[in-house]
């Protein structure tokens, strides 16, 4: 079968111009409506286009869901070879990174909450699609790379098993975020404890250290991990 134009990075300036619009029109429907919403007339009003230049491009709505995911995988990716200055790192502590990191993803999902559960549907649905089974792979060296980091606190993790416990209790963590931001069960616990952004950060960082078995001290404080290069 022949290449569809869509795999190829357009060469003009004009044409790249238009295709990034036209791949942000498009996260920012599934974001708004989600996988089933976000049609492509809809996403091509949103991008100044005609349905026939989408369709020119891509060769159906899929075509297109994938472009949009490919691209932020491509970002992952640079993220994920940037150097951390583990030294500065460590200065942060183990307490301030661990606010820090869950503050991170709790905004992440509150920001972006359609656009990152459409994802994740999509990838329910084609477990074995390529670029799906590439963002697994992506996300398992996030996580790996998010456990070596705990682990340059390993003299502070009390916990027997100090790498075990970083996976589980961060899988624990995800879990939750996941569950209450990105598939809207905040509401159904709110007439039972706060639920809050500030409040889920506060308790999810408590509740990790505690499982790393970290002393816990003055918890909180203002200094933020250095930033990767």
Known sequence: MAAHPSHNAPKQA?????LRRLLDAAES?????GLEGATVPR???AAGLSPASVYRRFRDK???IRAVFRRASEIQIEELAREVDLEQMRKVGI????NHW???MLRGYGKRTGLIRAAMMYGQRHPH???????QALEIRNFRRLVQIFLLWRDEIRHPKPERAIAYGAMMVAFTARELILFGQAEAFEALVPVGNDDLQRE?????????DVELGEFGGQHSPPKMR
């Open 14 to 18: 004009r044409s790249r111009r238009s």
């Open 29 to 33: 429907a599934f974001d708004k409506y």
């Open 43 to 45: 996403i091509a009003r």
């Open 62 to 64: 899929d075509d297109l």
């Open 95 to 98: 307490r301030n990174f661990t």
């Open 102 to 104: 869950i503050g991170g």
């Open 129 to 135: 699609a390529a670029f799906v089974r590439r963002q």
């Open 204 to 212: 999810l960082s408590r509740a990790f250290l505690t499982y790393l």
